[in-house]
Every structure is written in structure tokens, then in C-alpha cells.
């Protein structure tokens, strides 16, 4: 079986990828995921610099575009954000909040946000994430009928509760993650959210059948296409 190698970012401007030596030392990539917190035209230079597929979702942060993707929200309620414009520009990128997605042969879902902190645009509470993870489903038997298996990867920007998470409000994960895993038995479960400032620390953890990945800055991601 052939292999992905997939450029997973998250959460801070990486000098590595943002240098005019991208295309040498990531000529190999087939595929990029952002877990979030990161400017729609950083997603741009990567795009035009590799010209690969980038699917992305929204964190808690670097929001200005949001609107453009959540046209039910009310600008009243986030001053933050800009008016709703149609016209947004994606930069080449896909969004895949809260949709699941076939690209090169890799079942990706993405659900972005983080757990509910100042009532800020796109946090939510467990149950509302919750609510979230019901709009999968459809797409989620889809996979299971027509390829056998739920998912690949599971895309988000909040880790899940205890794994890999902090016990401050802002930073604690999801519980319902942890149910998601126990059902739908993604392989992958990449997130960013939680910044590590110490290159050894550690990034991964197993929980079921999944291995959870801080993609903090940047990782790269080979994976064996089924």
C-alpha cells in the first residue's frame, strides 16, 4: 500500500515552513492539516509554495475570517469579527469544520473550537460539542458502508479531557472525544491548542485505538492509504 506523508500544523507561524526553503525541505508532502489558530494567508503561502491540498479548521484564536464559514453567527455578539462578507477568500484551503472528508483515499473529520472559557466565539460547552459530533454521523456511516472503517483522522483543535490537556479552563479538553474514540476508532487524532515550548516534549499518547498527536507548530505524518 502506498503512504501519505501529511504536514500537520497548528497554532504558531513555523519559520521553518514560512522561509524560502519550504519547497526543499517538504518536497515530499502529499497532503497539510491545520488544527487551527493560524492566519488564512499563512495557509496561502503554504498552498502556492507546494501547491498541495490543505484542509483546516478554526481554534479559539486568529478568528477574523470565521464568519465567512459560520454565516449563522451574530456580529452583534462577536465585535471581534468583521461583517459577513460571501466574497471571503480561503487562500486555495478547504475548510472541514464539523464535515468529514475523502481526500487522497483519507477519511478526515474536523471539528474546531475550544471548551468554553469567556464566551468568546467558537467555544462550546461538552454538550454542544456534542451536538457537533452528531452532524458527523451521516458522513461517518457513509465511510463505514463504503469503505469499511469510520474514519481515519479525527481533526480538531482542543485535545481531548486528560490527554494531553491543562486544568485551566481555557486549556482542558473534551470528554466526548473520548467517546468518539471508543466508537469510531479513528487512527489518528491530531490537535493543537496546548503550546509546548520544550522541544522534548512529549506529543503522543494512545487511547483506545487512537494515537492522539499534538501538532503544535508543525509535525509530519506518514500514513499507510487503505
Known amino acids: 500500500m502506498p503512504n501519505l506523508n501529511i504536514l500537520c500544523i497548528s497554532d504558531k507561524v513555523d519559520p521553518l515552513i514560512y522561509s524560502n526553503n519550504i519547497k526543499n525541505r517538504f518536497d515530499d508532502i502529499d497532503l497539510i492539516l491545520s488544527a487551527g489558530d493560524l492566519e488564512l494567508n499563512y495557509y496561502g503561502y503554504i498552498v502556492s509554495s507546494l501547491n498541495k491540498p490543505l484542509l483546516f479548521i478554526f481554534g479559539n484564536h486568529n478568528l477574523k475570517s470565521l464568519?465567512?464559514?459560520?454565516?449563522?453567527?451574530?456580529?452583534?455578539?462577536?465585535?471581534?469579527?468583521e461583517p459577513f462578507s460571501d466574497t471571503h477568500r480561503s487562500y486555495g484551503s478547504i475548510y472541514i469544520g464539523d464535515k468529514v472528508k475523502n481526500i487522497k483515499s483519507i477519511l478526515i473529520a474536523g471539528l474546531g473550537g475550544s471548551k468554553k472559557y469567556n464566551g468568546g466565539p467558537n467555544q462550546y460547552s461538552e454538550i454542544e460539542m456534542f451536538f457537533k459530533?452528531?452532524?458527523?454521523?451521516?458522513?461517518?456511516?457513509?465511510?463505514r458502508i463504503v469503505y469499511g472503517r469510520w474514519l481515519d483522522i479525527l481533526l480538531t483543535h482542543a485535545p481531548p479531557r486528560n490527554i494531553?490537556?491543562?486544568?485551566?479552563?481555557?486549556?482542558?479538553?473534551?470528554?466526548?472525544?473520548?467517546?468518539?474514540?471508543?466508537?469510531f476508532?479513528?487512527?489518528?487524532?491530531?490537535?493543537?491548542?496546548?503550546?509546548?515550548?520544550?522541544?522534548?516534549?512529549p506529543r503522543e499518547s494512545m487511547f483506545e485505538k487512537t494515537k492522539i498527536i499534538n501538532v503544535y507548530e508543525h509535525i509530519i505524518l506518514n500514513i499507510e492509504v487503505l
Open 67 to 81: 464568519k465567512n464559514y459560520k454565516k449563522n453567527y451574530e456580529n452583534s455578539m462577536h465585535n471581534n469579527l
Open 133 to 143: 459530533i452528531l452532524k458527523l454521523i451521516p458522513g461517518l456511516i457513509f465511510n
Open 164 to 183: 494531553g490537556d491543562k486544568e485551566d479552563k481555557c486549556h482542558q479538553g473534551f470528554k466526548i472525544f473520548r467517546t468518539f474514540h471508543k466508537i
Open 185 to 201: 476508532k479513528p487512527k489518528y487524532h491530531l490537535h493543537g491548542h496546548i503550546h509546548l515550548y520544550d522541544i522534548n516534549a
